[in-house]
Nanobody, 121 residues
Framework: QVQLVESGGGLVQAGGSLRLSCAAS????????MGWYRQAPGKQRELVAT???????NYADSVKGRFTISRDNAKNTVYLQMNNLKPEDTGVYYC???????????????WGQGTQVTVSS
């Protein structure tokens, strides 16, 4: 059984900062890409940022220069540092990871349960 557990969401004023964490646990052989997605009320889930095992990153245009994704491969954990938050950043943030379990040759996609981020104006 593989689980992704997020933490770090909350309520913050515009211009403030939050740091999200997501730890993968279970019988894991290796993890390819990890990432963060978000879903605002009434909208589709959208990509926020991704990071490969080799630490190559990709960001949505709306968060470039404000958000930083990082990971600790030894801890199977991905982070999202969010600075200069705006009300439009409000939503549920989901962690995603492509995980190889032992004995598997194709990675599976796993999702966390989501953590709420609310930015007040």
């Amino acid at each position: 059984q593989v689980q992704l557990v997020e933490s770090g969401g909350g309520l913050v004023q515009a211009g403030g900062s939050l740091r999200l964490s997501c730890a993968a646990s279970g019988i894991i052989f290796s993890i390819n890409a990890m990432g963060w997605y978000r879903q605002a009320p009434g909208k589709q889930r959208e990509l926020v940022a991704t990071i490969t095992r080799a630490l190559s990153t990709n960001y949505a245009d709306s968060v470039k220069g404000r958000f930083t994704i990082s990971r600790d491969n030894a801890k199977n954990t991905v982070y999202l540092q969010m600075n200069n938050l705006k009300p439009e950043d409000t939503g549920v943030y989901y962690c995603n990871a492509e995980i190889f379990r032992y004995g598997e040759t194709i990675p599976r996609d796993y999702w966390g349960q989501g953590t709420q981020v609310t930015v007040s104006s």
